[in-house]
Structures are given as structure tokens and as C-alpha cells.
């Protein structure tokens, strides 16, 4: 199936899962000082099914969601902008976990996180790898998400999203180190 169509199917918690894994893939854009499990609580709320609200404020409020046009690490143009997208992603996350609400969302951070690593791959292929691996991890996380299993598929679900924040990060590493030399 198509990212589009397992959107389109999926439940509550499976778009909650893909618009939060998408957003955690970009953490690395909110800082060198982040910590990298600071959605852990949002995805906690996934696996019992409480806390979204309360998890979603205290997450706005370490990140500073709201000054959307904050630099990130990487202060290159394509990684400013990456940087604004990712903050929007936050920004734009339902406090009430409904569906219409999340799908919305979902829908949302799959397309900036593709464009986020469409502006941070600095190949000159014509696809771009960084965005066809983004594409991959996202078809994952839905289809983990629609096999019935939910807290095994959460699980492997944010397995996913960390290793794909982990090659975000070398990507903004690497382009912070070219720009400073």
C-alpha cells in the first residue's frame, strides 16, 4: 500500500504513532542541547492510551514550540528551514486525540518530514536518498502500527523513528561541520 492510502486507514493511535514518529525523526533540528528521548512521554501516552495532553504541553514547553523561526544547529538556509518545520510539526499537534484531528496531523508531518530531509540531502541524485529511506520508515511505521499488535507494533514503531533520528542527526552533524570549516 501506498503512504497515502495507509493514512487514509489508519486508526487513532496509528496516526498519533506516525505523525509522533515523524516528528521524532526530527528532534536533532531542535538543538544541540535536546534530549533525544524528550518524546518519550508522548509515546508512553500512546502505549496506555492517557497522558496525550498533559505529555504533548510539557514536550511544547522544553522544546519552545512557540518561536516557530528559532535556528536550529544547522543554520545553512535548507537547515533553518528544516528546523522551522520541524517546530511547526510540534506546533501542530492535537492536544485531543481524535481521529479527524490526527489524521490532519499525520498527514501534515509526513509531508514536512520528507521535505526536512529533502532540503538536508545534499546529493545530487535524482532521488534523493535521505527522502526515499524517510519515505520507507514512515510505510514502516503504518504497517507496524496496522497489524493489530499495538504495543508490540508501538515498540518497533519507535524502534524506527530512532534510528532514522539517528542518521537525521549525522546529517545535521555533518552539515554543521562543513559550514563551521
Known amino acids: 500500500m501506498s503512504l497515502v492510502e495507509l493514512i487514509a486507514q489508519a ?12 516528528l521524532d525523526r526530527c528532534v536533532p533540528l531542535f ?5 533525544e528521548q524528550v518524546l518519550r512521554s508522548l509515546w508512553a501516552s500512546l502505549a496506555d492510551g492517557t497522558g496525550w ?18 535556528p536550529g544547529p544547522d543554520r545553512t538556509e535548507g537547515g533553518a528551514e528544516a528546523a522551522v518545520l520541524a517546530r511547526r510539526m510540534l506546533a501542530a499537534a492535537p492536544a485531543e486525540r481524535t481521529a479527524a484531528a490526527l ?23 535524482e532521488v534523493a536518498p535521505l527522502v526515499t529511506a524517510e519515505l520507507r520508515r514512515q510505510i514502516r511505521v ?3 502500527l496496522g497489524g ?28 554543521a561541520r562543513t559550514t563551521d570549516g
Open 11 to 22: 486508526d487513532e493511535t496509528g496516526l498519533a504513532a506516525s505523525g509522533l514518529a515523524c
Open 103 to 125: 489524521r490532519t496531523w499525520a498527514d501534515a508531518c509526513s509531508a514536512a518530514a520528507l521535505q526536512v530531509h529533502r532540503l538536508l540531502d545534499t546529493t545530487d541524485e
Open 53 to 70: 495532553e498533559g505529555a504533548l504541553a510539557e514536550v511544547r514547553r522544553v522544546l519552545g514550540a512557540g518561536h516557530d523561526g528559532a
Open 148 to 175: 493489530g499488535s499495538p504495543g508490540g507494533g508501538l515498540r518497533e514503531a519507535l524502534g524506527v523513528s530512532t534510528e532514522g533520528r539517528r542518521v537525521l542527526r549525522a546529517v545535521v552533524s555533518r552539515r
Open 142 to 144: 503504518l504497517e507496524l
Open 31 to 35: 538543538g544541540d542541547g535536546v534530549d
